[in-house]
């Protein structure tokens, strides 16, 4: 347990301590952090003793109130506080605004000691502690907590940068259609930060607006005196006139129309003006802008040494300050000259083309967006919930860039007499929705609940849900993960860093425990195509994040990981964009089916395929076998009604007995052609008496099935002419007679006689080309009660006993009808 620091006084003594090292600050770029430990006595007899530590400081100067410098302390991080007072008849006492960070802190021996935990959890920053000897204060600490899996002074800045920057677009996007004056207080100043980024979101339009009323300018009328000759006067008005009875004016006197007037009168004509109290107003704004930016870039020069982000910040500034100034030249807004009254506003100010744009915009900086709630407090509070809020709004913005502006926002903000809130808060769900007129859209939902298709309620952190036509709704699920293993361990097992074990286990349960119910059959299905864990994770620790199988398994497995940061947003961008570019079919190719699904396919694919089962020649069935295996060829006379001979998948051998093997279906080959001949141009060894037209099938190499179905003699004959079943019924039969088994309900029904232990036999009807759409069975299920039962397609079982009428029944009813009856028969 090492020592961090220790303050010795002659009223007390604290000991602060470090439980372990900790190990996970090889996260941040910027390894070697300055800590802090700020000093500030406040009891006038309290001294500070030699004794005195810090860890990182020189001895001579631990006891100096005037160096701040110390030790840094992280988040997630236990230490050890011992508090004890200097005299035995002292109580000491620990103070903190927050009183779950003293929580774990215990008071024995009367009051004279205090003893414990401290952890900071997800707060990081600046934290000060008080101490109390006998009720008074003595003195105050001040502790700087850093983040351990982001740098301090970039991500985390970062983070809160980029958060209020995606929640200013997003409330600027939310009023330009709602906005109404008066619903934001005029007298809640907004920060430099709401207050820039705000700029930065309107300067175009505002840019748009200015323009557009340069090219269209209102003018004004104005009046003024001026002397000019009698006779260039146009319109006289009543000034002119009352010059002209008084013998006012200048010059000679004249006479005019019998009237005597001077040479010279003074006139006030009316002339067209871009000096109007709207253009003055609109430079007074456009000035106040200039002057505060010109006030923010000063607070970033006069820091002296500017860090890299600083200079990108002055220079975009500058850029702001440029395009303002220029606004300024603009000509209705140079010609504007003195101030508008207070409080000016009038008609052409708020409904002309051009002026209503720019009087919206600058009122909007002027009075700010207060972006307030339980949202402000806890963005600078705990880490971890503000790394959770970023991140969704990070996907929002992704998705914004791909959809445009979203379609509805007003469940996200809420106008007050405090401004414009924030409703998005840590478990309550909140979604934000971006269609397209092709109908596509997406839904990004933030603290979903799922609750009446799982067992258990499910909440994801963020849910993307994809809507596109004639698709059911498929949805990618995301879990804010600020923890991350940076253990050697799981670099190489995973191939990178990456949040813990148990987060990628979440995400298992997630996709199979999130379903949605079928609104036409009322079953349930999965709706989660992938999920992935968010984690923050610097760039410069992600170069080869792309070959980690964290990053690998999302595409392969549909889990993985996605590192996110505001500096290493590639991952996530690419993640996002490759399942919103993508059609229904893209989606649906990286679901990850059940096995039993995958097979259930392949053997409704299998019942789809004709399967011939070709008999030997008798006599010499060797020799025909012989001459099948070497020509790959096998033939059959033409029927006519025999359509299925045209449509042959593969062919499969019947072996006879006698052959000196078990008799049985032995061997198969694929149809790779089929032709129509005569008999005479099929080139055999032996002599045929049959003439007439043959389906010879052309074939792959023949094989033997990987297991032969037998011949029992307790199943009537053998096989003397040529049968047909599909491939479904060639790999799932045991015996000769359930090769007559071709479609995926009679296989149903048969494990299901088989697992009651019902008795039955089969038999079959004469073949016919099945219909591809409504396939149907040839075979009958013969009862030991004498019913008879075969699949009839879309009209379910066709039930028949002599005696009684024909029933259709589904494969439920007929298994409830079994169990209704309490018997292993019908």
């Not at 449509?647 to 049985?664: E, H, L, S």
Request: charged share 25%; net charge positive.
């Amino acid at each position: 347990m090492k020592r961090l620091f220790c303050i010795s006084t002659n009223h007390f003594t604290l000991d602060w301590r470090r439980v372990r090292d900790h190990d996970g600050a090889v996260l941040t770029r910027n390894q070697d952090v300055v800590g802090r430990l700020s000093i500030a006595p406040q009891a006038r007899d309290l001294e500070l003793t030699d004794q005195c530590r810090r860890s990182g400081v020189p001895d001579s100067v631990a006891a100096d109130v005037q160096v701040d410098a110390g030790p840094p302390l992280f988040e997630q991080s236990d230490y050890q506080l011992y508090l004890h007072g200097a005299n035995s008849g002292d109580t000491v006492e620990i103070r903190h605004r927050d009183p779950a960070i003293v929580r774990a802190l215990t008071s024995q021996e009367g009051g004279r000691v205090v003893h414990g935990t401290v952890n900071f959890r997800g707060q990081i920053g600046r934290s000060q502690f008080s101490i109390y000897v006998n009720g008074e204060r003595q003195l105050d600490f001040e502790v700087e907590v850093f983040p351990t899996k982001i740098d301090y002074e970039s991500d985390y800045q970062e983070i809160l940068a980029d958060v209020q920057s995606i929640l200013t677009g997003l409330a600027y996007e939310y009023l330009r259609s709602t906005f109404q004056m008066g619903k934001v207080a005029a007298n809640a100043r907004p920060s430099k930060l709401e207050w820039l980024v705000l700029l930065e979101t309107i300067v175009d339009e505002l840019e748009k607006a200015v323009n557009y009323i340069a090219q269209r300018p209102t003018r004004g009328l104005v009046r003024s005196d001026r002397t000019a000759r009698i006779e260039r006067i146009r319109r006289p008005d009543s000034r002119v006139r009352s010059q002209i009875r008084r013998g006012h004016g200048k010059g000679s006197p004249v006479q005019l129309a019998g009237v005597t007037a001077r040479e010279r009168l003074v006139e006030r004509p009316a002339e067209l003006t871009l000096d109007t109290m709207e253009h003055r107003w609109l430079r007074k704004q456009l000035t106040d802008v200039q002057r505060k930016l010109s006030q923010v870039a000063s607070l970033y020069v006069s820091d002296g040494k500017l860090s890299a982000r600083s200079r990108r910040s002055l220079e975009g500034l500058t850029k702001l300050e440029t395009r303002v100034s220029r606004l300024l030249r603009v000509e209705p807004i140079a010609a504007a000259t003195g101030s508008p009254p207070a409080g000016f506003a009038s008609l052409q100010l708020v409904s002309a083309p051009g002026y209503r744009e720019a009087y919206r915009l600058l009122m909007l900086l002027r009075m700010g967006l207060r972006l307030e709630g339980d949202f402000a407090r806890l963005s600078v509070k705990d880490l971890n919930e503000l790394y959770e809020y970023w991140t969704y709004l990070a996907v929002v913005r992704t998705v914004q860039r791909e959809f445009g502006p979203p379609e509805r926002l007003g469940q996200l903000f809420r106008v007050d007499e405090r401004g414009l809130a924030v409703r998005l808060q840590r478990g309550n769900q909140q979604s934000i929705t971006f269609k397209e007129t092709s109908g596509r859209g997406v839904t990004v939902v933030y603290n979903p609940l799922f609750r009446g298709t799982a067992l258990i309620p499910q909440k994801p952190d963020i849910l993307i849900r994809i809507e596109e036509p004639g698709w059911p709704k498929m949805q990618l699920v995301c879990d804010a993960k600020y923890r991350v293993d940076a253990s050697q361990q799981y670099r190489e097992q995973f191939g990178a860093y990456g949040p813990p074990q148990d987060a990628i286990n979440v995400l298992h349960r997630y996709r199979d425990a999130i379903l949605e119910k079928d609104r036409t059959d009322g079953g349930v299905a999965r709706s989660t195509v992938q999920a992935a864990a968010l984690f923050p994770l610097n760039e410069d620790l992600a170069e080869d994040y792309r070959q980690s199988r964290l990053w690998q398994s999302i595409e392969r497995l549909g889990i993985g990981a996605v590192p996110a940061l505001p500096s290493n947003l590639g991952c996530l961008e690419e993640w996002l964009l490759t399942a919103t570019r993508h059609g229904g079919w893209s989606m649906a190719d990286r679901v990850i089916p059940h096995v039993a699904t995958v097979h259930a396919r392949k053997w409704q694919i299998a019942a789809s395929e004709p399967v011939l089962v070709g008999v030997l020649r008798a006599p010499g069935g060797s020799e025909h076998l012989d001459w099948i295996i070497e020509k790959q060829t096998y033939y059959q006379p033409l029927v006519s009604s025999h359509r299925r001979q045209f449509f042959v998948k593969q062919v499969a051998i019947y072996v006879p007995q006698g052959f000196g093997q078990p008799a049985g279906i032995a061997y198969v080959a694929d149809v790779e052609r089929i032709d129509v001949m005569g008999r005479s141009q099929v080139g055999t060894p032996w002599r045929s008496r049959r003439t007439g037209q043959m389906v010879v099938y052309r074939l792959g190499p023949i094989r033997s099935l990987p297991k032969r179905i037998p011949f029992s003699r307790d199943e009537a004959t053998s096989i003397s002419n040529s049968r047909w079943t599909t491939r479904l019924g060639l790999e799932r039969a045991r015996r000769l007679s359930e090769i007559a088994l071709e479609t995926e309900p009679e296989w149903r029904l048969l494990e299901w006689l088989e697992a009651r232990n019902i008795v039955y036999t089969l038999g079959a009807d004469r073949v016919k080309l099945p219909d591809s759409d409504n396939p149907t069975g040839r075979a009958w299920f013969h009862m030991s009660n004498g019913e008879m039962v075969r699949y009839d397609g879309s009209n379910g079982f066709l039930l028949r006993k002599v005696g009684t009428d024909d029933q259709y029944l589904t494969l439920r009813e007929i298994m409830q009808r079994s169990e209704s009856d309490g018997s292993s028969q019908f």
